[in-house]
Nanobody, 125 residues
């Protein structure tokens, strides 16, 4: 069982930056691929970024490519999402997710077995 806790959300003006963190429980964090997703009310959960267990491979949604960066610190059991040049359309609840396949990440939400509770990001225009 993996428990995930997100933090770092908040209110920011358009053009600003935020860094989200997701802390994972357990001693097997490096064996997990990790993803970030976001959701606004009434819409499906949307893929944002993903990273493999070693951090050697990352992937991004086209809407955030060049603005967001996913990274991880396996010594701290934490994955990060650095969000720059934020836009109003980035407003959502952001979730981190984990899967036990360290070698392959995915943009598909059903691939991930473990989820955090989410953190709200609000970008004012």
């Amino acid at each position: 069982q993996v428990q995930l806790v997100e933090s770092g959300g908040g209110l920011v003006q358009a053009g600003g930056s935020l860094r989200l963190s997701c802390a994972a429980s357990g001693r097997t964090f490096s064996t997990k691929s990790m993803g970030w997703f976001r959701q606004i009310p009434g819409k499906e959960r949307e893929f944002v970024a993903a990273i493999t267990g070693s951090g050697g491979f990352t992937s991004y949604a086209d809407s955030v490519k060049g603005r967001f960066t996913i990274s991880r610190d396996n010594a701290k059991n934490t994955v990060y999402l650095q969000m720059n040049t934020l836009k109003a359309e980035d407003t959502a609840v952001y979730y981190c997710a984990a899967n036990s396949n360290r070698y392959a990440s995915s943009s598909i939400s059903t691939y991930y077995a473990y989820w955090g509770q989410g953190t709200q990001v609000t970008v004012s225009s």
